[in-house]
């Protein structure tokens, strides 16, 4: 089982940025989709960026041109920058892996944008 630790969350004002890590255990972190996942108060888990092992991104079309997802595949850890923050970006933000049929949830990091 592939454990994610997700740290970098906060409170911060509109327009502030946000850098979010998640670092996995084991060693399929460099052939995983990493993705990173969000979820408001009475709202479904949505996905705001992912990452292929090839380093192909996608993003929700919410935070484009804001996001920036990347990995570093030496340190198995995923990365979001988030920046020009909005109060509608507050959430839980989760990571996830997939690769060889497994996939694995983070705990969750609260981030929180006041206006």
């Known amino acids: 089982q592939v454990q994610l630790v997700e740290s970098g969350g906060g409170l911060v004002q509109a327009g502030g940025s946000l850098r979010l890590s998640c670092a996995a255990s084991?060693?399929?972190?460099?052939?995983?989709?990493m993705g990173w996942y969000r979820q408001a108060p009475g709202k479904q888990r949505e996905l705001v960026a992912l990452?292929?092992?090839?380093?192909?991104?996608n993003y929700a079309d919410s935070v484009k041109g804001r996001f920036t997802i990347s990995r570093d595949n030496a340190k198995n850890t995923v990365y979001l920058q988030m920046n020009s923050l909005k109060p509608e970006d507050t959430a839980v933000y989760y990571c996830?892996?997939?690769?060889?049929?497994?996939?694995?949830w983070g705990q969750g990091t609260q981030v929180t944008i006041s206006s």
């Open positions: 996830n892996l997939k690769a060889l049929g497994v996939q694995s």
């Open positions: 084991g060693s399929i972190f460099s052939i995983a989709v």
């Open positions: 990452v292929t092992s090839g380093g192909s991104t």
